[in-house]
């Protein structure tokens, strides 16, 4: 199993940067492929980006590629999401996911954290 532990979440100006973090904890920690969702009120949640265990292999859907870079640390196990030019829209709830020898582009995590709250203001 792991563990996942997110922040760096908060509010900030549209147009402006923020980076979130994952920390995973576990045994197989390295092991994992990691991802981001997000969830907004009143809206389904949604795919953000993932990486491959190996963090060799990234993935994103084609509306969050220009603005998001999904990277990690394996020495640290942590996984690491920076946001570009926040728009309001990305308003909402971001949770680390992991899924265990996992890859990007076939993302299906069983694990999940708590979430960290992302509030771009307009």
């Known amino acids: 199993q792991v563990q996942l532990v997110e922040s760096g979440g908060g509010l900030v100006q549209a147009g402006g940067s923020l980076r979130l973090s994952c920390a995973a904890s576990?045994?197989?920690?390295?092991?994992?492929?990691m991802g981001w969702f997000r969830q907004a009120p009143g809206k389904e949640r949604e795919f953000v980006a993932s990486i491959s265990w190996t963090g060799t292999d990234t993935y994103y859907p084609d509306s969050k590629k220009s603005r998001f870079t999904i990277f990690r640390d394996g020495a640290k196990n942590t996984v690491y999401l920076q946001m570009n030019n926040l728009k309001s829209e990305d308003t909402a709830v971001y949770y680390c996911t992991a899924q265990f020898r996992g890859r990007a582009d076939i993302f299906r995590p069983a694990y999940w954290g708590q979430g960290t709250q992302v509030t771009v203001s307009s």
């Open positions: 576990g045994r197989t920690a390295s092991t994992y492929a």
